[in-house]
């Protein structure tokens, strides 16, 4: 295997990201929601490469497609190796689907190299939450860790998952038999940072050693619409007042506290209009800590505060908690493996915590589970200018194949 076959791998799986960026529900903007349209138009494409390499390609209940190779001789044991295929709106190409076509350069060298670890290539359906406000359906799904409950969430046009999973052709009664068994090796996730610090110390890859905790919670004030002219300002219950009084003490404490990323991402107003006095606001408000205790803490002072904003200014409260998720840490033994491999390249393994969520958190609470980074140049994601270098791409590409060549020799 000469380095230029590895190069034209990773240039082609930078070329099918930018193939499936246009696949997208909005005209010039890259927006992939959990089982909308395009997401069909990205299955036959990864549908057409898995067949191509010989893999038995099954979309699973959740709408995980799934390419399994399974070399001569192989038994029903495999590593899992993806990433997601929703994006966030106004999305960057490379989030989740370079970790997907990654998978399959990864997989087709494993068979060129008649490597006897069985793979099972996954192009996870959710990861980001962008419609129905929790994410991880999909892997949830293969870690046999889906809550039925789920199925009542709405999106914004009021379809439920159930409605939603049923008009794509799929049988949401199935999805138990999404998950995976005792045969699954482990799984493996290959993703941009989405950070700024392998850019930093001009490092191609980083070791995943854990993922933060996430809370994410919706939360509406309540107040009273009425007439913007004629209300004077001490007669008011402004919503959005209320809302914008609380989005600021998120950030300020989360500006006070080490480690704390607090974020309102996400507003909805009611009714909307410039000469109404916002009757209802509804926010999604999101925390992430590498420590949970400290998230919850930071949590609890912040709904408290949002309580007394709104009693004070005579508004309603209601929340609810969409998730509530530990940090997780990476496998050990996989990560050693994963360091080793990148030192083998003559490069150094850094090993770095992840903010972002990913798949292999889900992953993790059922199979050994390890994640390899690559650089994100300027530290940009969530953002159409996210982009990635190829020599970063064939770098992880290569250090993944020395990883699974690394499995495959104790694999009997
Ligand atoms: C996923 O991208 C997340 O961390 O929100
Ligand atoms: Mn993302
Ligand atoms: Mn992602």
């Not at 590895?6 to 903007?29: H, K, L």
């Not at 295929?85 to 990654?102: E, H, K, M, R, S």
């Not at 009714?271 to 999101?286: C, D, K, M, S």
């Amino acid at each position: 295997m000469t380095d230029l076959d590895t190069f034209a791998r990773a240039q082609r799986a930078i070329a099918e990201c930018r193939r499936i960026a246009q696949m997208s529900e909005e005209p010039g903007r890259i927006t992939r929601r959990y089982l909308t349209p395009p997401v069909r138009e990205v299955h036959a494409l990864l549908r057409n490469r898995m067949q191509a390499l010989g893999m038995a390609v099954v979309l699973d209940a959740a709408g995980n497609l799934r390419g399994l190779m399974r070399p001569a001789g192989g038994d029903a044991r495999r590593l899992l190796v993806g990433s997601h295929i929703d994006t966030v709106p106004d999305a960057g190409a490379f989030d989740g689907v370079l970790g997907v076509t990654l998978a399959l350069e990864l997989a087709e060298l494993a068979q060129q190299q008649k490597l006897r670890l069985p793979i099972e290539v996954v192009a996870f359906s959710e990861e980001e939450g962008a419609r129905f406000g929790v994410p991880f359906i999909g892997s949830r799904a293969v870690a046999g860790r889906f809550d039925p409950a789920l199925l009542a969430l709405t999106d914004r046009e009021g379809v439920t998952l159930h409605e939603a999973i049923r008009s794509f052709g799929l049988d949401p009664e199935k999805i138990p038999e999404a998950a995976i068994g005792e045969h699954s090796l482990g799984c493996f996730e290959i993703h941009i940072e989405q950070g700024p610090v392998l850019e930093a110390e001009n490092l191609s890859l980083g070791v995943v050693t854990s993922i933060a905790g996430q809370s994410r919670f919706s939360i509406k004030f309540v107040g009273r619409a009425n007439h913007a002219g004629t209300t004077p300002m001490n007669l008011r219950r402004d919503a959005l007042s209320g809302a914008a009084e609380w989005i600021a003490e998120v950030e300020a404490l989360a500006k006070r506290t080490d480690g704390l990323v607090a974020t309102v991402g996400r507003l909805d107003l009611h009714p909307n209009a410039g000469n109404v006095i916002p009757g209802e606001v509804t926010l999604g408000f999101e925390a992430r800590h590498p420590e949970d205790s400290l998230r919850q803490q930071a949590v609890k002072a912040l709904l408290d505060c949002a309580s007394s904003i709104a009693a004070r200014r005579k508004l309603g409260i209601e929340s609810i908690c969409e998730m509530d998720q530990s940090a997780v840490p990476m496998d050990e033994r996989l990560a050693a493996f994963l360091s080793e491999a990148i030192e083998s390249l003559g490069m150094p393994s850094r090993r770095i915590a992840s903010g972002a969520g990913h798949d292999a958190m889900v992953m993790a609470s059922r199979v050994p589970t390890a994640m390899l980074f690559l650089r994100s140049p300027g530290g940009i994601s969530h953002h159409p200018d996210e982009t990635v270098r190829t020599e970063d791409v064939e770098a992880a590409l290569r250090a993944s194949l020395k990883f699974v060549e690394r499995l495959a020799a104790e694999f009997r």
